[in-house]
């Protein structure tokens, strides 16, 4: 069991050593994707969710993530929407939603980071 115990600590400390060697303290790098969204009827007034996930593929942690989302017909804008995350860890991703009034279906929904804090 000693070990067993041993091998396993010595493994997890290892990893940790190689980790801290590797990392590159890249900036945040911020990516948006807008999932498909559904229409809530037990609310008043009925509305669309549109799930929103922002994926941070830098070295540094980032908060207050403004995320704007917009629905789009015919080139023009008919419905915008923000939404803020709290915090955005390094290599991971936060989801989050915002509702639209108007139903995106016949349109097309845009997203983009308008701004961010690194604590």
Known sequence: MFAVGLALVLGIVGYLVILAVRHEDRPPRLGVHVGAASR???????????????????????????????????????ERTELTLPEVPRRS??????????????????????????P
């Open 40 to 78: 809530t009827e037990d609310v008043e007034p009925p509305h669309y969710v549109v799930p929103v996930t922002v994926t941070n593929h830098g070295d540094r942690t980032v908060g207050d993530v403004h995320v704007e989302v917009t629905l789009v017909r015919d080139g023009a804008p008919v």
């Open 93 to 118: 991703s936060r989801a989050g939603a915002s509702t639209l009034q108007t139903d995106p279906a016949p349109g097309q929904l845009r997203a983009r980071v308008l701004g961010y804090s690194e």
